[in-house]
T-cell receptor, first 112, second 113 residues
Framework: DAGITQSPRHKVTETGTPVTLRCHQT?????MYWYRQDPGHGLRLIHY???????DKGEVSDGYSVSRSKTEDFLLTLESATSSQTSVYFC???????????FGPGTRLTVL | GENVEQHPSTLSVQEGDSAVIKCTYS??????FPWYKQELGKRPQLIID?????GEKKDQRIAVTLNKTAKHFSLHITETQPEDSAVYFC????????????FGPGTSLSVIP
């Protein structure tokens, strides 16, 4: 599984509460990504990281923040969860030498 | 920015028939086009990819073709089997711009035994 895990795998929370999702990799890959997946929209990039403390926004970054203090961990935080953030969240890493993305198992988040 | 369209959104074929999924992209600078398969409840997994210096690539029963002039690329699955049933996503990016992988909305393929 390319050494990539996500936690938690499922979470139900209430509107207005903070939520943090964790992506963990064991192989020191430089690039890490957070996507959300919703029916009819495919996979949309939220934020990505190109190294420790180096992050940037994707196409749907509003309402999300990220942090990467160690190579192996990429955290996604919803500061104040809303129902529109109910989704399946996938983390991905970029694996060489072909520079292809490999996805984690996903986190299903429900915001009530 | 890049925009990727994908058709059809759903596709149903008889086992043994061929399936074709088509994608178009908008940014002529895109030069890397991966295809992902996602089975129900699982992660997307890369099944084949093509780069802009190649017009066609095959891997057993799957093939991808690329027309740079028209800015479209297609996935072809021959001799379909029930285990091919899944959602398929195309994507486009520039190889030197690792942040800009744009996915199509997906095609749900059903193979009827």
């Amino acid at each position: 599984d390319a050494g990539i895990t996500q936690s938690p795998r499922h979470k139900v929370t209430e509107t207005g509460t903070p939520v943090t999702l964790r992506c963990h990799q064991t192989e020191n890959h430089r690039y890490m990504y957070w996507y959300r997946q919703d029916p009819g929209h495919g996979l949309r990039l939220i934020h990505y990281s190109y190294g420790v403390k180096d992050t940037d926004k994707g196409e749907v970054s509003d309402g999300y923040s990220v942090s990467r203090s160690k190579t192996e961990d990429f955290l996604l935080t919803l500061e104040s969860a809303t129902s529109s953030q109910t989704s399946v969240y996938f983390c991905a890493i970029l694996i060489g030498p072909t520079d292809t993305q490999y996805f984690g198992p996903g986190t299903r988040l429900t915001v009530l | 920015g890049e925009n990727v369209e994908q058709h059809p959104s759903t596709l149903s074929v008889q086992e043994g028939d061929s399936a074709v999924i088509k994608c178009t992209y908008s940014d002529s600078a895109s030069n890397y086009f991966p295809w992902y398969k996602q089975e129900l409840g699982k992660r997307p997994q890369l099944i084949i990819d093509i780069r802009s210096n190649v017009g066609e690539k095959k891997d057993q029963r799957i093939a991808v073709t690329l027309n740079k002039t028209a800015k479209h690329f297609s996935l072809h699955i021959t001799e379909t089997q029930p285990e091919d049933s899944a959602v398929y996503f195309c994507a486009a990016s520039k190889e030197t711009s690792y942040d800009k992988v744009i996915f199509g909305p997906g095609t749900s393929l059903s193979v009827i035994p």
